[in-house]
């Protein structure tokens, strides 16, 4: 008998590899064997394949039958492969078109009554079929829209396995046809993460410097830390920053939708708007870096990959969780490690931080009545580590408003002229930096920075010369006052940063002019 085969794609993170599902059968004792290094949930494709064959009226051959998932050394989990395993052991008794199965990349789970149930990852999977040059592929049909977003991909959904042997040309009674699955596999989107328009920056009242820090930060891409009492507004400020962001393209939207489909979500379009993660302070390493024993799963800090990160309340986070952002911030990156595999998944979010300036939240505020030591308020501001206070570009401190000006109906900017603004000096930023590697201004290393082209004679740097030598910064925070700088100068549609812009940025970054 001829070997048939068929395709399955393995997901690891966000990268997917093209998997050659083959099957043979011998006149032996009646078996069914999976090789090839699948994890438990794929072992269990047996008995889910055979009942299914068998209530599909396309009872396996009564012979020992043989499926291997090749490449084996390369780790396999999940019950995405059902429907490809199946097909190949049917084609091994002639009774679909070897042919039509040997192009075709199938990926679904299989109920035991035949039905082929939607599964998360389908997004991924199916660009992993193109990149490799397998365009055709047959998926659930709950997963049909979603897998329709990738360029190229000639997709086919079905409903049962009987549906798609008859694809491949088997004969099949209609009766054994089956209708949508009751049980619903693919969540809809949580509620804080459903396709909304953001809320509007001109509800914000009464914080215009918050709202022009808030500016610089979506200009340049920045890193931003809100210290502040409770009812300044720094969950409000934070909430609005996607809405202010420029549109995703059609890269970042595919990254983001691919994302959201490891997780189960249910995608039928791509957003444009960047995405928005707010994970509580109290959550745990795995739900902020992603993880798992069998599947590594995207945490909020994948999730958040290119949009926003905010992290309400930062001071009363673990240490250990916040140093967790440290690497992810620098390479834009999140690699899981586990035994036998490691899963990477994109990091580039931008991060806001919010807290209070104490225990109490009174601390600093005028007519406020602060219960707090001064240890107490001294331990409570450095549970922030040093290394990761450099790593943020604006340190913003807030008070509660306290002064409503004309009818106190909201701020004098809109989200969208804000918008407007803020890609007016990106697109200043990209142009100057049309011959680098980086699009943004909180991208661009510091020895670029510093002795690139675009570096500053000492006369404009004189002041951020001065608060370095006192010690007011370390070379790193230097860099990033210089990043702030240029990003305030692009939306100024200055030509490069003059003395103002300079003095602007080093008190956006440490609270000081000089």
């Not at 599902?21 to 090839?36: N, S």
């Not at 949930?41 to 299914?52: D, P, Y």
């Not at 910064?473 to 939306?491: E, G, K, Q």
Request: with cysteine.
């Amino acid at each position: 008998m001829i070997v048939v085969r068929t395709w399955a794609v393995a997901l690891t993170g966000l990268q997917g590899a093209l998997i050659e599902v083959e099957a043979d059968i011998t006149q032996h004792k009646p078996d069914f064997r999976l090789i090839g290094m699948p994890d438990k949930a794929l072992g269990e494709a047996v008995r889910r394949v055979t009942n299914a064959c068998e209530n599909s009226g396309l009872a396996l051959p009564d012979r020992r039958l043989t499926v291997n998932l090749s490449p084996a050394s390369l780790p396999k989990q999940g019950s995405g492969f059902d429907l490809a395993v199946a097909m190949a052991a049917l084609s091994t008794d002639g009774r679909v078109d070897p042919d039509s199965l040997a192009r075709t990349v199938h990926i679904g789970e299989l109920g035991l009554d035949g039905r082929v149930r939607a599964i998360p990852g389908v997004l991924p999977s199916v660009l992993a079929a193109v990149a490799a040059g397998r365009p055709r592929v047959v998926v659930p049909e709950e997963n049909r829209a979603e897998a329709e977003l990738v360029t190229g991909a000639e997709v086919t959904g079905v409903r049962s396995l009987a549906e798609a042997a008859r694809l491949h040309g088997a004969d099949v009674d209609d009766a054994v046809l089956v209708g949508p699955d009751p049980v619903p596999a693919v969540l809809p989107a949580p509620e804080s993460r459903a396709v909304n328009p953001p809320a509007d920056l001109a509800d914000v009242v009464g914080q215009p410097a918050a709202v022009d820090a808030l500016l610089v930060a979506a200009a340049g891409g920045h890193h931003l830390l809100m210290s502040g009492p409770p009812g300044a507004g720094k969950t409000m400020l934070a909430q609005r920053l996607p809405g202010i962001l420029p549109a995703l393209d059609d890269a970042g939207a595919l990254e983001v939708a691919s994302v959201r489909s490891l997780t189960g979500e249910a995608i039928t379009s791509l957003s444009r708007t960047p995405p928005f993660e707010a994970p509580h302070h109290s959550a745990t390493l795995a739900a902020l870096v992603g993880g798992g024993s069998r599947r590594a799963s995207p945490g909020a800090i994948a999730r958040a990959s290119r949009g926003v990160l905010f992290i309400d309340e930062v001071a009363e986070a673990p240490r250990s969780l916040l140093d967790a952002l440290r690497q992810p911030l620098e390479h834009g990156a999140i690699s899981i490690h586990r035994a036998g595999f490691t899963a990477s998944f994109p990091a580039r979010f931008q991060l806001v931080l919010a807290m209070n300036p104490c225990p109490c939240g009174e601390f600093g505020v005028a007519g406020g009545t602060c219960t707090c030591s001064p240890t107490d308020v001294r331990r409570y501001a450095s549970k922030i580590s040093g290394p990761l206070l450099d790593r943020v570009d604006i340190d913003l401190r807030m008070q509660r408003v306290s002064r409503l000006d004309g009818n106190g109906s909201g701020g004098a900017v809109s989200s969208a002229e804000a918008r407007e603004r803020v890609i007016a000096a990106r697109q200043r930023a990209a142009a100057r930096l049309s011959e680098t590697p980086w699009s943004t201004n909180a991208e661009v290393t510091g020895s670029w920075l510093r002795e690139g082209p675009c570096a500053l004679d000492g006369l404009a740097r004189k002041t951020l010369d001065g608060a370095l030598q006192r010690g007011l910064l370390t070379l790193r925070a230097y860099d990033r006052v210089l990043r702030v700088a240029w990003t305030i100068a692009d939306l100024a549609d200055h030509p490069a940063p003059d003395a103002a812009d300079i003095g602007r940025a080093l008190f956006l970054k440490k609270g000081v002019t000089a």
